[in-house]
Structures are given as C-alpha cells and as structure tokens.
C-alpha cells in the first residue's frame, strides 16, 4: 500500500517516472546553471563572449521552460514571461533593457515556486528532487541578483565599491555592473559578506536583507524537508 500510494502521490504532482524526469528536468537546468556561472565568466572578453552569454541565458530560460513542463498552469505561465525575457538579452531597446532584469528575477521566481512545490509534494526523495534542491538556491542568487541590476538601473548608485559607485568603479576596474552585483547576490545569499560591495539606497538594502533571511530559510526549511522525508521513508523500508 506504501508503494501505491506513492505511486499516486508521484502521477498527483505532475511527475513522470521517465528517464527524464529523474536525471533531465533538474540536471539539464543545473547544468545550464553551471555553464552561466562557472564557465561563462571566464570566457574571453571580445564579442564572441557576448554572444555566448546571451546563447548561455537563453539556453538557462529554455531549461526553466521544460522544467515546468510537467505542470500546466506552471507551463503556460513560464511560456508568456520567458518570451519578453530572452527578448531583453538579444534586442537593444531602451524599455526592454530597463524592464528586462525584472521580467527574468519573476520567471526564475516562477521556475524556483515550480521546484518547491514539486519538492513538497513528494513522499519519496529521489535524485531528481535533490538536484531541485540545489537548482532553488542558485537560482535564488540569480534571482535576486536581476533584482540587484533593475533596482541600480531606477536608483542609479545603489550599491558602492571601494569608495566608489559601483558604476563609476566598474568602468574603472573594466568589468559590468551585471557581473559585480551577481557576484554581490551570491555573497549576501550565502551570508559571507565581504563587504567590497555594499548597499546604500533604502531599496538596495531591503533587497540584501531579504536575499538574506531567505538563503537562510532555504537550509532550514527546503534541506530540513528533504532529510525528513528521506528518514522517513527509510523507517517504512525498515518496518517493512
């Protein structure tokens, strides 16, 4: 009976037990994840690594698509925002370029509510879901690291660096904004702080603080959710 109902439980959440949904959805996402954050910064700087750039967002956003293929309302939802997001990587319009980081930070925020809703409604913990554990922390920081860049474009100087507004110090140090305050997102997300990069304006610091407590709650909430279920289905094993 254990069994069927987690049978049940698994068809009730949109899941499949296809070879994609155990190793694709989340590791194709992950691997895209990796690709944008690992490899990608350390590209070449000429125009080549512009494009590579744009390709590696589209490739992530395409991912975050077939992630949610396996939930309708998720789906289409995804589909109808990832459209004007990979539009504002490729196309150069003033009101897509100022609108763009936002419309990314709500489809990540869309595809990271797609994963905890599936990780929730599990009762059995398999890779797929460990793997979606990983992928809902990363793309926080990505996230929250969209947030960053719109907040620094409506409140210009938003953030400092060495004395400097990040802008004024980016230009100086030839390195982009963009880069520098996703670098910011993952160190205020983990909690390390270095302090290089810091917020000033109301917003930005009401931005680091919520990236904060939620990276926090992630460990607490989403780990502590995987580890209880994962015991507990060992105790049915053992009972059984």
Do not use: K
């Not at 309302?73 to 997001?85: D, E, G, M, R």
């Not at 909690?191 to 460990?219: C, K, M, W």
């Amino acid at each position: 009976m254990v069994h069927d109902r987690d049978s049940q439980q698994t068809t009730s959440s949109g899941a499949s037990p296809s070879f994609f949904d155990e190793l694709g959805g989340n590791a194709i996402l992950l691997g895209m994840l990796v690709f944008l954050l690992v490899v990608v910064p350390f590209l070449p700087v000429d125009d080549t690594e512009g494009v590579i750039t744009q390709v590696a967002w589209s490739a992530l956003i395409i991912a975050g698509i077939l992630r949610t293929r396996g939930r309708r309302h998720f789906l289409w939802a995804a589909l109808i925002i990832a459209f004007p997001s990979i539009l504002s990587r490729w196309i150069d319009v003033a009101w897509l370029a100022n609108t763009g980081p936002l419309v990314i930070a709500l489809f990540f925020a869309l595809i990271v509510a797609h994963i905890m809703a599936d990780i929730f409604s599990q009762r059995r913990v398999q890779l797929d879901h460990i793997l979606g554990g990983i992928n809902v922390y990363v793309l926080l920081g990505v996230m929250f690291a969209r947030l960053h860049v719109a907040n620094e474009i409506y409140n210009p100087d938003s953030y400092m660096l060495g004395g400097l507004p990040l802008a004024v110090a980016a230009e100086q140090a030839g390195q982009h904004v963009e880069d520098l305050l996703q670098y910011f997102s993952f160190t205020t997300l983990t909690t390390l702080g270095y302090g290089d990069v810091h917020p000033v304006s109301d917003t930005a610091r009401v931005l680091s603080n919520a990236e904060a407590v939620i990276g926090q709650l992630f460990v607490a909430i989403l780990i502590a959710r995987l580890v209880s279920v994962y015991t507990s289905r060992r105790t049915l094993d053992l009972d059984g």
